[in-house]
C-alpha cells in the first residue's frame, strides 16, 4: 500500500538574484505563493503547508496558510524537505518550489498520475539537461534516509539526491518547470503568461 501523499509548497528561499521575496511577485494581479498554493489546494490532498524559515513566520501572507518552520541546519530546499519528512515520516511528499509561475494543474496530475510509490521517488526531467527536477517532484518515505545522511555529510543538493536514489524519470513537461531566479526571468515569464 502507498504512503498518503501531502503537499509542500517551498517558499524559504533567500531570493538572492531576484533580489525580492519571489514567493510575493505578482503574477496576473496574484501573488506566486498563492497561485501556487491554489494549484496544491486543488489537488485535495489530506495534508499541505508552506516550507518557511523561522524569519519567514512573521510575514503576512505566509501566516494566512499553514506553515512548517524549517527544523532542520541545512541549505535550501533540503532543509524543508528534511523537516516535512520528519514531522510526517509516512507521507510521501509532492515537493513543489513557489518560484515555477508556468507550472499548471496538468502538469502536477501528470506528475501524481505516473507516481511509483515502489521508487524512492518520482520526478520529471528537465528539458535544459535531461536530469531530474527535485523540486516539482514526489519524494516517498523511503528516500528520508539518504536525505538525511547526505545532509550529515553536508551535501544538499536534492538533485543529486535523486541521481543517487531510486527515482522514477518522467519525460519533461516542457516550460511547466522553468523556474524564475532573476528579474529578466520574471519579465519572460510574465511574456509568456500574457500570451497563453
Known sequence: MSAPLAALLLTGGASRRMQADKALLDYQGQPQLLRAWGLLQALALDTAFVSIRAAQRDDPLRAR????????????????????????????????????????????????????????????????DGLPEPLCAIWEPSSAALLAQRNAQDLHCPRKALLQLHTHL??????????????????????HLELH
Open 170 to 191: 518522467l519525460p519533461s513537461p516542457g516550460m511547466a518547470l522553468d523556474n524564475v531566479n532573476t528579474p529578466a526571468e520574471f519579465h519572460q515569464a510574465h511574456q
Open 65 to 128: 496558510l499553514p506553515t512548517l518552520i524549517d527544523q532542520v541546519d541545512s541549505t535550501g530546499p533540503a532543509a524543508g524537505i528534511l523537516t516535512a519528512q520528519r514531522a510526517y515520516p509516512a507521507h510521501a511528499w509532492l515537493v513543489v518550489a513557489c518560484d515555477l509561475p508556468l507550472l499548471d494543474a496538468g502538469t502536477l496530475q501528470q506528475l501524481i498520475l505516473a507516481r511509483d510509490p515502489a521508487c524512492d521517488a518520482t520526478a520529471f526531467t528537465s528539458r535544459h
